[in-house]
């Protein structure tokens, strides 16, 4: 019974060190590169591979990429709307904000927000 319990322990320890490792962080600066790609083509390299449609590259973050999923769900409009909001930002040099889960030791995170600032 008691190396059941161990396990268990062990496994909830895990999971939620897992959870934690990831982390919302803020990121502004300039867009250097605004993508726009096929679903499912995603970006970066397996070891860094995010599952996204939209990335963003930005002059203060260098090595780093940010993006998210441009796909017909619930999420749509909102998405849409960030893209738009990225593409005013690229196209006027605005500097812009994305808030973006990362997982620890990786370079390229999932965007959740944006907003511009001029």
Avoid: C
């Avoid at 990335?55 to 409009?77: C, E, S």
């Avoid at 973006?100 to 907003?115: D, E, F, K, L, S």
């Amino acid at each position: 019974m008691k190396p059941l319990i161990k396990a268990l322990v062990l496994s909830v320890f895990l999971t939620l060190f897992t959870v934690s490792a990831q982390a919302q962080v803020a990121a502004s600066g300039r867009i250097t590169l605004l993508r726009v790609h096929d679903v499912g083509t995603g970006y970066g390299p397996p070891a860094d591979f995010i599952d996204v449609e939209v990335i963003v590259l930005l002059d203060t973050q260098p090595g780093k990429a940010f993006g998210f999923q441009l796909r017909n769900d619930g999420n749509r409009v909102a998405r849409q709307g960030q893209l738009d909001l990225l593409r005013d930002a690229f196209n006027n040099n605005w500097t812009v904000t994305v808030d973006h889960i990362t997982p620890a030791g990786r370079q390229n995170g999932v965007i959740i927000r944006t907003q511009i600032t001029k």
